[in-house]
């Protein structure tokens, strides 16, 4: 086993790089099957998710090549069982996009249930709706989806909430379905355009994506293509969250600036400097933070994936901050890790109160989910002392190099094996 050693204290000062965006690439891999061709992705981030769903691909027939770290070759012909069993998809909540993909491309599709971060329900029974609008049967049997259509017709979706898998799961399964399929209610995220933008570099007929309202005008055949993906607005927001929680001077590159204007009105709020350029942002943080409110909501609004290291900067702010999760259930789990290092934190179903103290201090803690281990890497970075943080895996599935990326900057941070002679259990 693995853990991140952060010896906490240490100003940040450089550059860092972003990588590619996750949730793009976990759902335009998948759309991958949809072509009639060989598809080149570029700015692909390198980590387990990522390696995951390709992997995934592959044994289900497709030729997946890694020509360089950041760029995957996909010919998705070999695959002619739209088949995902358990043993492929239990790592990771995104395999639910196999769904649509397969069900666009053979009329039917056999995905086991997802797994993920265990943060709460994560009900399909919307994607499911949009799939039975397209014409669509489905049954569940022995933990598998199974969905079927003798032909798919696009109709009308009304989302009775704001979801990404569905937005992305009805978009697959309606590119090439007869006719036009509107969804409304529709995800506006970032990565819902950057998937439409390239099922339409492929030949689909997508409009409207980043609006509340998406028609996909259904078309016969798509081709190959080359497309590179957006940088990750959540590593980005993740990186400008711990300058202002160690304080320090850090130009973050690769970014688009107005995917993070919600994360950067919260900042400045708290007192953080922020200067913009075309595809850069400069923070800088030289005095104690002042208290804020954050409240999740669905895009344009401030991201769920960003409400841990948002509450782990708040731990030391001045005064007291209210973090309200508007989007899922159980995501204040990390809560008791933070605790560990002296943060004064009270939960209350979706509110979290949060007094902010002078210091945290290092303490053995664990990553209970993915951003939660990005919060635990934010707080040991403004800690005193030397913080201990278990079960990386899960950050690992969605932060590219982010022991390297971190020592760069400036972190006094490794990676080390837990039967490491030289390591010292807390």
């Known amino acids: 086993m693995e853990k991140i050693i952060i010896n906490g204290g240490n100003k940040l000062h450089g550059q860092v790089k972003i990588s590619g965006a996750k949730n793009a690439a976990v759902a335009i891999i998948p759309a991958v099957i949809l072509s009639d061709g060989v598809c080149r992705i570029e700015n692909v981030p ?3 998710d990522v390696n995951l769903i390709a992997q995934i691909l592959f044994e289900m027939g497709a030729s997946v090549k890694r020509l360089d770290k950041s760029t995957l070759e996909i010919d998705p012909k070999g695959i002619r069982e739209p088949v995902a069993t358990y043993d492929l998809v239990r790592h990771m909540r995104a395999s639910s996009y196999l769904m649509g993909a397969l069900l666009g491309k053979f009329k039917r599709a056999e995905v086991a249930l997802p797994g993920g971060c265990d943060f709460g329900v994560r009900p399909v029974d919307q994607h499911l709706k949009g799939f039975t609008v397209l014409g669509a049967n489905h049954i569940v049997e022995s933990g598998m989806i199974k969905v079927k259509a003798d032909k798919l017709v696009g109709g009308h979706v009304y989302l009775d909430v704001v979801s990404v898998g569905a937005t992305v799961n009805i978009m697959l399964a309606a590119v090439k379905a007869e006719g036009r399929t509107t969804i409304e209610n ?11 933008n390239f099922l ?14 998406i028609k996909v005008n259904g078309v016969k055949h798509l081709n190959g293509t080359t497309y590179s993906i957006i940088p990750d607005q959540i590593e980005a ?16 590159n690769n970014v688009i600036p107005k995917h993070l204007e919600s994360i950067t009105a919260k900042l400045r709020e708290m007192g953080v400097t922020i200067e913009e350029y075309d595809d850069s942002v400069r923070v800088i943080k030289d005095r104690r933070l002042r ?4 409240k999740t909501m669905p895009h344009p609004g401030f991201p769920t994936d960003m409400q841990p290291q948002i509450a782990a900067i708040l731990t030391m702010a001045d005064g007291t901050s209210i ?17 560990r290092m002296g943060a004064e934190i009270s939960v209350d179903g979706k509110l979290a109160v949060i007094e902010g103290v002078e210091q945290l201090k290092g303490a053995p803690v664990k990553a209970t989910d ?12 403004g800690a005193k002392g030397k913080t201990q943080i278990e079960d990386i895996r899960h950050i690992e599935r969605g ?15 490794k990676k080390v094996r837990s039967d490491d002679p030289t390591v010292k259990t807390a």
């Open 46 to 48: 390198d980590i387990q």
């Open 186 to 196: 529709a995800a506006k995220e970032p990565h819902i355009v950057d998937l439409a």
């Open 200 to 213: 339409n570099s492929m030949g689909a007929d997508v409009r409207g994506a980043g609006t509340d309202v």
């Open 237 to 252: 927001g993740t990186y400008m969250a711990a300058v202002a929680c160690a304080g320090g001077d850090v130009m973050i």
């Open 291 to 294: 208290r804020c409110n954050v």
């Open 323 to 339: 973090v309200n999760e508007a989007v899922w259930d159980n995501r204040f789990r990390y809560v008791e890790e933070l605790r």
């Open 370 to 381: 993915l951003r939660a281990g990005a919060a635990m890497i934010i707080a040991a970075l």
């Open 399 to 413: 932060y590219e190099d982010v022991v390297e990326k971190f020592a760069a900057i400036g972190a006094d941070i």
